[in-house]
């Protein structure tokens, strides 16, 4: 299936480039195979294992798009796939392109929750999504054929796959308003909702974020980032291809094992260098550089031109650690692009113009908050990033309580339009029309993301979270998934936990539950406490704190729902007791 190459595919090419500029996303493949540059695939020490040029999937894939047809898979069939960092699911994603169906990335087993908890979670997603079949590494051939068992699909691996007979069809003409893939990076694990995202929307997002990023010759992109995500499939995955741009690829499992691989990749690059990360991968490349190492002569940042920020809150004090870390090197604090994102939008909907790094604006905590100003105390402040400037085309309102625009440095929820927003929810009509609003003068619906911020002078800056959702190491947490962790254990009924994240001494955020306790032993409490931290850390992976308070204390909205917000502000404010183990 796949032939070997020698040298690494190169940065530019006779072929003029188009940003993105197509009406489908297959002819988006068809173009870039008409170039020499592709992915390169690179071991946990950064030597290069496979370049894969765009002539070489597409070949790939319009053969595997045969075996698709050849199985019985139609147009509009869904089709998981495990989204391991490599040729075998680049084919497979655009062999489902090209046959007409939704591909499904979905995420590979952690080293935590097992292999139980891994099934469990892919059983989940499969039952959201509904496919024909689940194609998958042969590594974990046994778990993934019992979550394709139970759901009651298919379940083969690609090597298997590839051995298939094909078909010999006519491919289906695909549509710009067709659907392109469904995208689960941020759903919940035990509540999943599917990103159904356009071949419309993904392009002129692909698009938009090319121009703001001013992608031009030269330029290559290195990425670290899991293919699940929003951040690796669109930005370092799908954009690489609309916009004929070569990439260079670490799997996640080794930047975690060997995060300084990143840096030796970037410097490696002859071009200028696009590469992104959340915040906390800067950070652990900071930390791991000793003061007595000199970085001057392991590392050539110089033509490291975007440095992306994106995926969870940026952190201003990290971005200064990691400049004072490599400043030898030739990183500049310019390189620093702060962006704004998510699923629903396609993947960007602000991005900081290109050379003007990260700026903050200082803004008073009771005023981020809500509440009050406490005259008895000293102003606390937080720096609150400047997130950029709406892609073309993307227009950003922040909305009152009311639903009412906001005037700049005015708190509200940020809603945003355009081109890029998502089709829906896949077959979840209700949470569909939660959050896209049909507006009055009949230009498109409105996303209301959940988030909460301000504009100032036609920039982003975001002061909160996605509604709910616990933001731990760039990595997505549903507090209901914490929380239905705890319900499994006996003793505890719905509605007797919330989840919430917090901010630890070293500001860092951790994650923190609350709980209903019904017993009155001391012993017992510490014991409970400890089998609650140990539970939630095998769903999850986490260290969280665990507070034990009395029945009946934990507030709900108007309607009956648990009010995760509200338990938060009266456990921050004190007027929510836990017990002490002591007592």
Not at 220 to 238: A, E, I
Request: with cysteine; hydrophobic share 35%.
């Amino acid at each position: 299936m796949l032939k070997e190459t020698l040298a690494p595919t190169p940065n530019d090419c006779a072929l003029p480039r188009r940003r993105a500029d197509f009406a489908t996303f297959s002819e988006a493949i068809d173009y870039a195979a008409r170039s020499e540059k592709g992915l390169n695939f690179h071991d946990m020490r950064g030597t290069l294992e496979r370049a894969y040029t765009y002539r070489e999937m597409r070949t790939d894939a319009l053969e595997m798009a045969q075996r698709l047809v050849a199985s019985g898979i139609e147009p509009r069939d869904r089709v998981a796939l495990i989204a391991e960092t490599s040729p075998e699911f680049a084919a497979l994603f655009c062999a489902c392109i090209y046959a007409g169906a939704w591909p499904v990335p979905l995420p590979l087993p952690t080293g935590f929750g097992g292999k139980d908890g891994y099934i469990d979670q892919l059983v989940v997603q499969l039952q959201s999504s509904d496919p024909k079949i689940l194609i998958y590494p042969p590594e974990i051939d046994e778990m993934a054929k019992a979550a394709a068992d139970r759901q009651g699909c298919e379940g083969i691996d690609w090597d298997s796959f590839a051995t298939r007979d094909k078909a010999d069809a006519e491919l289906p003409q695909v549509n710009p308003e067709d659907i392109c893939y469904l995208q689960y990076s941020s759903g919940s694990t035990r509540f999943p909702t599917g990103v159904a995202v356009t071949h419309k929307a993904l392009l002129h997002n692909l698009y938009g974020h090319a121009s703001a990023m001013d992608l031009g010759t030269n330029d290559r992109v290195v990425s670290w980032l899991p293919w699940y995500h929003d951040m690796g499939l669109v930005g370092c995955f799908l954009s690489v291809i609309a916009n004929q741009v070569s990439i260079d690829y670490l799997k996640t499992e080794h930047f975690a094992r060997r995060p300084l691989a990143w840096l030796d990749l970037i410097s490696r690059n002859q071009g200028n260098t696009l590469s992104y990360s959340p915040t906390f991968g800067y950070d652990i490349c900071a930390r791991r550089i000793s003061s007595q190492s000199s970085v001057a002569d392991r590392f050539d940042l110089s033509r490291w031109r975007t440095a992306g920020n994106g995926a969870d809150m940026i952190r201003p004090d990290v971005m200064q650690n990691f400049v004072n870390a490599f400043a030898e090197a030739g990183f500049k604090a310019s390189a620093f692009t702060p962006s704004y994102g998510l699923a629903e939008a396609t993947l960007a909907v602000t991005v900081m113009p290109p050379g003007e790094g990260i700026r903050v604006e200082l803004v008073e905590e009771e005023r981020l908050s809500g509440a009050r100003r406490n005259l008895n105390r000293p102003a606390r402040y937080r720096a609150i990033v400047n997130c950029g400037k709406p892609l073309p085309d993307m227009e950003v309102e922040i909305r009152g309580e009311g639903d009412e625009v906001k005037s700049d440095h005015q708190i509200g929820k940020v809603w945003c339009r355009g081109p890029s927003i998502m089709h829906s929810y896949f077959r979840n009509q209700e949470a569909t029309e939660e959050c896209l609003i049909p507006s009055d003068d009949g230009k498109g619906s409105w996303l209301d993301t959940g988030d909460m911020g301000y504009m100032a002078d036609g920039y982003l800056f975001i002061v909160g979270r996605a509604k709910d959702m616990i933001i731990i190491n760039g990595k997505n947490h549903w507090p209901q998934d914490i929380e239905w962790a705890v319900e499994q254990l006996p003793g505890f009924n719905h509605g007797d936990i919330a989840a919430f994240s917090v901010e630890r001494e070293d500001g860092e955020e951790a994650p923190a539950v609350l709980v209903h306790c019904r017993v009155s032993d001391p012993e017992e409490r510490r014991v409970l406490r400890e089998r609650i931290r140990e539970k939630v850390q095998s769903v999850t992976g986490m260290q969280c704190l665990v507070e034990l308070v009395p029945p009946r204390t934990l507030p709900r909205t108007s309607s009956g729902k648990l009010s995760r917000a509200k338990a938060k502000r009266l456990y921050l404010s004190g007027e929510i007791q836990p017990y002490s183990l002591a007592a």
